[in-house]
Structures are given as structure tokens and as C-alpha cells.
């Protein structure tokens, strides 16, 4: 049996290029299918500032951790590649962090990964990188829109997101963007 998190409850996307990031994500929190809450902020800076980071999954989990990506930041300043591969380590041997389900996306000026508690640590190759339920329709959106317009990072990240709202019910369009 897999231990890859379910990905339904959000859409968070990032775009990179022209030396600018942005990180994008709606504000929806279901339970089961109820919707709790349609302005939640599942963007942040972390690291002083020097980096955002977004989630996808439980909220408490990927609460827990953000506080675990600081640490590491602090551990490692400036070093988001290393702070992110401890992280994983720590996710996937750790008996509680190995329950958490939730998935995160993180950048800095010259790297965006996405980090699961599988233990991956990946970066893209293009500068777009997509988790949860809609994460795919945002990337298939964003890939498109990259192509066929010169939207800066954010505004891309923000459409593909607005996107990906209109296909999955587990997205809204409460949007919330973090840039660096």
C-alpha cells in the first residue's frame, strides 16, 4: 500500500521565471464534503522571508509542518535545497511526521521543490511545480498560459489557480499569493 497522501482539499501552484516566483493558493477547507472555511491562507513566507512555501492536505498537518521547514531554515539559513532534503528525511523516518498527510511546495529566489512525506524533494524543470485535488489542471493551465501570453509569475500563478477552480470542487476562488 502506497503511503502517498490523499491530494484532494486545495490547489496550490508556483511559477518561476524572469528571476521572479510566485506561489499561489485558494483559500477552500472542506471536511469530507462540507465546506469549513473559504478564506484560509495556505501561502507563507518562511525563512525571515527568504522563501514561501505552500501546502496541500491536512491543515494541522501541514502546520506542523511549516513549523518543522522553519527549523530547518534556521538550521541551514539560506540553504532552502538542504533545509528541504532534512525536512524529508525527517518526514519519512519519523514515527509521528510519518502520519502526516499533506504535501508542500517551496522557493526561493533560485529553486522551487516540492517536498512529500515520501521522502521526495523535487525540482522542477520549468518552473512550474502544482499540488492538490486541482494542482493538475493549474499546472496544465499555467504550461498554457506560459506558452501563449507573457503573464508575469504572478498572474499566471494566479489565473491557473482561478483555472483549476472552475474544474475541482475541492478549490475556490479566494486566492491567495505570496512573491519573491
Not at 510566485?22 to 507563507?44: C, E, F, H, P, Y
Not at 491543515?59 to 524529508?88: H, N, S
Not at 499540488?131 to 494566479?158: C, Q, T, Y
Request: one cysteine or more; aromatic letters at 4%.
Amino acid at each position: 500500500m502506497s503511503s502517498t497522501p490523499p491530494l484532494h482539499g486545495t490547489t496550490v501552484i508556483c511559477a518561476r521565471y524572469d528571476g521572479k516566483v510566485a506561489i499561489a493558493g485558494d483559500g477552500q477547507i472542506t471536511l469530507g464534503s462540507t465546506i469549513v472555511k473559504a478564506n484560509s491562507r495556505k501561502i507563507r513566507k518562511v525563512g525571515g522571508g527568504i522563501a514561501i512555501a505552500g501546502f496541500a492536505g491536512a491543515t494541522a498537518d501541514a502546520l506542523t509542518l511549516f513549523e518543522r521547514l522553519e527549523g530547518k531554515l534556521e538550521k541551514y539559513p539560506m540553504q532552502i535545497k538542504r533545509a528541504a532534503v532534512e525536512m524529508a528525511k525527517d518526514w519519512r523516518t519519523d514515527r509521528y511526521l510519518r502520519k502526516l498527510e499533506a504535501m508542500m511546495v517551496v522557493a526561493d529566489k533560485q529553486v522551487d521543490l516540492l517536498i512529500s512525506g515520501n521522502g521526495d524533494v523535487v525540482e522542477s524543470e520549468d518552473g512550474l511545480l502544482a499540488i492538490g485535488s486541482g494542482g493538475a489542471f493549474a499546472l496544465a493551465a499555467a504550461r498554457a498560459f506560459r506558452v501563449e501570453s507573457d503573464l508575469e509569475p504572478e498572474a499566471l500563478a494566479r489565473k491557473s489557480v482561478e483555472i483549476a477552480a472552475g474544474i475541482c470542487i475541492y478549490t475556490n476562488e479566494q486566492i491567495s499569493i505570496e512573491t519573491l
